[in-house]
């Protein structure tokens, strides 16, 4: 039986929970809309004699001394670039209104800035956009149980005292608890697990919105090439009491690992290499070892 044969005949089956939206797939697309940057001092005096470099796509030749790295998602426009030109747009906003139409529309200016600065910041900002509408959720239900207090901090006409502390009170002291507890359990569920994501994604480069970017450039790929694609490999060896083992390595290449946001998990980076290796004796299905989440099963049906 040939290499090829072998690799066939265990070929794993992956399993895919539903919010995945990455899958194995050739590396050649995904190289080909990379960006190559140097990261010493040699890669930038190696890069500075390819002419190519003005077109990333292009074949830059040998180089030689492995100070670089490649970057999938390579948007011109950075977060600090979009913040600039917030600010230097509501500046001249601000200034044109007051110009032209007095104190009234600076304050008209002023709130759009406000509002622009918002939106700015749940789309360019390095907190995942998922958090932002659990904690604005959050801080809608505390208003709620705070806002009825100035009812009580004056006096109310046509209500007595006797109603509006024996009876509206009371009232309101099982209403707010009620909230309270709903508050709370809605904080601990949708808002504190998102905590250490949020926090991988402040120290990393690899934010929700790089996320999102991917897997744009992703569907692009799949357009042209939709055939999922693993790379294998067979090994050979022997062992003390002469068994003959044969390993065959399954490689699948992703654009992305979104584990931590697909899963709330902490990893989350651009590029994912994933093995899974079949181990034969004489030549006997023996074991599988995985580095993927998924649950590995040949082709044929057995299970390991």
């Known amino acids: 039986m040939t290499d090829l044969e072998l690799l066939e005949r265990y070929e794993p089956v992956l399993r895919f929970a539903r919010s995945e939206r990455f899958f194995p797939m050739a590396v050649e697309p995904y190289l080909d809309r990379c960006w190559l940057f140097p990261s010493g001092p040699a890669g930038v005096a190696e890069l500075v004699t390819h002419l190519s470099l003005a077109a990333p796509r292009k074949r830059m030749g040998k180089l030689f001394s492995e100070q670089y790295f490649l970057r999938f998602v390579n948007d011109p426009l950075s977060d600090a670039d979009a913040w600039v030109w917030w600010g230097v747009l509501s500046a001249l906003g601000i200034g044109g209104a007051w110009y032209f139409l007095g104190s009234l529309a600076v304050e008209v200016a002023v709130g ?55 009876i509206l009170l009371p009232i309101y002291l099982m209403v707010l608890f009620y909230l309270s507890v709903r508050t709370m359990k809605f904080i601990l569920d949708h808002v504190i697990p998102e905590g250490p994501g949020m926090i991988m994604d402040i120290l990393s480069q690899a934010t929700e919105k790089i996320a999102r970017e991917s897997y744009w450039q992703y569907e692009e790929i799949l357009e042209m090439n939709p055939q999922p694609v693993y790379y294998g490999r067979v090994l050979r060896q022997q062992d003390g009491d002469q068994n003959q083992w044969t390993i065959l390595q399954y490689h699948f290449f992703y654009a992305f690992n979104d584990w931590r946001l697909a899963a709330n998990g902490m990893n989350h980076h651009e590029g994912d290499w994933e093995m899974v290796a079949v181990y034969l004796k004489n030549p006997t299905p023996m074991r599988c070892c995985s580095r993927s989440m998924g649950l590995a099963t040949s082709k044929n049906g057995n299970r390991f």
């Open 112 to 166: 759009a800035a406000m509002i622009a600065a918002l939106i700015l910041f749940m789309v360019a900002s390095p907190i995942r956009l998922r958090i932002i509408p659990a904690a604005l959720a959050a801080l809608f239900f505390i208003v709620l149980e705070i806002a009825p207090i100035w009812f009580f901090l004056k006096p109310l006409p046509y209500v007595s005292l006797e109603v509006e502390y024996l």
